[in-house]
């Protein structure tokens, strides 16, 4: 079974390199909409795959630290990025470019990897997460699947290189909640939400 949660953020950036001129020269942003989907083929003690409550902590914080952001692309111009952080209190800086696709694959890598290291207690087994979809506007969108996720023809996302500024991190329920998950520290699910 599939379930599926929806999030929403808006978020500037520039797509450098795209084919059209609005969006490779000049910052831009978008009214995201994000679906996680989750599957099991089992129920829990809640005859649920995931309560959607346990879906409201750390995931939806790392996907709303993209709200009402500038999204850097680590290969940009070093200018550029720089004047945008030193105006801008929230951005994330990233390894890849903040087209729909990466953004889908990027999602993908850090809400996999917070799961992974979360432990369940109210009876969830094998609960997966089976894809990340992000809709960039209206009538377009790029889903990831965990092989493009983890593609190397599409380049591996490496987490060290995600940076969430200081303003983000402190809005977090943790400022340390993105530290943590790249230490592979275990986060444990309560029992009631």
């Not at 696709?101 to 990897?113: T, Y």
Request: aromatic share 12%; charged share 30%.
């Amino acid at each position: 079974m599939i379930i599926r949660k929806l999030f929403k953020f808006e978020n500037a950036h520039i797509v450098r390199g795209c084919s059209t001129q609005r969006c490779r020269a000049s910052i831009h942003g978008h009214s995201y909409k994000v679906e996680v989907l989750l599957e099991s083929d089992f129920l829990d003690n809640g005859q649920m795959v995931y309560d959607f409550g346990l879906m409201k902590q750390g995931m939806k914080e790392l996907i709303d630290a993209f709200d009402h952001a500038i999204a850097l692309w680590d290969g940009d111009d070093v200018e550029y990025i720089n004047d945008m952080k030193r105006n801008s209190n929230r951005w994330v800086q990233i390894p890849v470019s903040p087209s729909a696709e990466q953004f889908s694959r990027l999602i993908f890598v850090m809400i996999d990897k917070l799961h992974w290291f979360t432990e369940m207690v109210n009876g969830e087994k094998m609960v997966r997460l089976f894809s990340i979809i992000v809709h960039e506007t209206e009538t377009g969108y790029a889903q990831c699947f965990r092989s493009d996720a983890y593609s190397e023809k599409m380049g591996l996302i490496d987490l060290e290189k995600i940076i969430f500024s200081d303003e983000i991190r402190q809005g977090w329920s943790d400022p340390e909640l993105w530290d943590k998950i790249k230490r592979g520290e275990k986060f444990i699910n309560p029992t009631t939400v």
